[in-house]
């Protein structure tokens, strides 16, 4: 189990939703923050991976429970 800052709720959203909901989290957090989000949408982890590659924030982890994908990133 990750202790996180902040956690969003992607579920049931599909992309670009995903992604805008995590920028939007991430923009409230302060630097080395993390950030949970959970999302079902099939792609969001990889569209995850490339956002946090795109803007310097860190995907930590992610599991997989039933059909929700939850995504630890921490804020740089």
Known sequence: MINY?????????KCPMPILRCKKGLN???TNQILKISTTDKN???D???FCQQTG???ISFNIIGNV??????KN
């Open 44 to 46: 969001a982890t990889k």
């Open 69 to 74: 994908t939850s995504s630890y990133i921490r």
């Open 57 to 59: 924030h860190e995907l």
């Open 28 to 30: 409230a957090m302060q």
């Open 48 to 50: 995850l991976k490339v």
């Open 5 to 13: 800052d902040f956690e969003v709720d992607a579920i049931g959203l």
